[in-house]
């Protein structure tokens, strides 16, 4: 039987080779490598042969059996890659929509237009565009904002923290107020910005709410700046943006980053207002913290959500429906 091993070594490595499953291999590796397997046999025979030869004969033996064991290996490779490749073809799914009739024309969606409209508009007025991290540090979104410890604002009910460094230093921001202090910091007055971005916030989703939102707010540096400057700029807004039926105004309110500060509405032509968002003359503790003199600087800054603002332009009900990526809201607009 010994002298037969490279036949057997032949005719084992061709049947495994064809073999078509995982199974069918599995019984052929008992064949030909199980206790019965006729090259295991053969060691049987080696007690038979002179002492000189039995070396030789068992490395024989052991190299014939490696052959098959490889060639087994390599089958049950190969079987394996296409038996997940046909599963994967099975079990995939077409999740893509299928729209009867003729193929339309994908657009923005509708709070990327509104994003958009807002920059051109803010853009025409002589402001530019800055981004900052969407990961924020603790100082950025609360400390050079002049939001003290303790503040509700800084709970972990309200604010999302992250795992990095030391516990409660770093988290997703809650506005894009910490652009302008990144903006301060980077470059010398004048400054003349609108920072629009994505926010986070431990918000249960309703029709007004969303954990994940976008804001833009503005940002004016120089010298001599007034509250009737803000006013100003606020009303160009308005008439820029909704168009001239509209006018704006100003309410007092408190926020820790400006002083005075003040809501701002805006009237539609049915004489009815609605709230928009937030404004004031920029606090001296936040010019300080971004490297800013506020003896020889003045500034103001407002800010509002661009996704109410998109309901509000396009008369959407539901803040949830933004975000549902649903075709049949999403073509209307």
């Known amino acids: ?50 002492k000189e030869d039995r070396k030789d004969a068992g490395r024989a033996i052991n190299e014939a059996r490696e052959q098959i064991e490889a060639a087994v290996e390599q089958r049950r490779t190969e079987l394996a890659s296409s038996e997940r490749a046909a599963q994967f073809d099975s079990e995939r799914l077409d999740l893509s929509e299928v729209v009867v009739g003729e193929r339309p024309v994908g657009h923005r969606h509708i709070v990327t237009q509104a994003w958009e409209e807002l920059e051109d508009v803010f853009i025409g007025m002589g402001f530019r565009v800055a981004e900052g991290p969407q990961v924020e540090t603790d100082w950025h979104n ?61 918000d249960t989703a309703d029709a007004t709410h969303m954990p994940v939102f976008h804001q833009i707010e503005g940002l004016v540096i120089d010298r001599n700046i007034s509250l009737a400057d ?31 500060s003040a809501e701002f509405d805006i009237q539609r032509p049915d004489g009815s207002w609605l709230e928009l968002g ?19 600087w003045s500034a103001f800054a407002f800010g509002f959500g661009i996704d109410r603002l998109a309901l509000m332009k396009f008369g959407v009900d539901d803040l949830r429906e933004l975000f549902t990526n649903d075709i049949r809201f999403l073509s209307q607009f």
């Open 278 to 296: 937030g404004c004031g003359m920029v606090h001296p503790h936040v010019l300080r913290a971004g490297g800013v003199d506020p003896e020889e």
């Open 142 to 202: 609360f400390d050079a904002l002049n939001i003290p410890p303790g503040h509700p604002a800084r709970d972990g009910f309200d604010t999302i923290y992250v795992d990095h460094g030391e516990s409660g230093s770093t988290l997703l921001r809650t506005h894009t107020s910490p652009v302008q202090i990144r903006t301060m910091l980077a470059q010398e007055p004048p400054i003349h910005v609108i920072a629009p971005g994505r926010v986070f916030r431990r």
């Open 1 to 50: 039987m010994i002298e037969d091993l490279p036949a057997l070594v032949a005719a084992a490595v061709s049947a495994v080779a064809t073999a078509a499953t995982t199974d069918e291999l599995r019984t052929l590796e008992q064949t030909h490598l199980g206790k019965e397997a006729a090259v295991l046999q053969a060691r049987k025979q080696l007690g038979d042969l002179p």
């Open 230 to 260: 803000l006013a100003g700029t606020i009303e160009a807004f308005t008439t820029a943006y909704f168009g001239s039926g509209f006018s704006s105004r100003l309410r007092p309110n408190h926020f820790p980053f400006t002083e005075p």
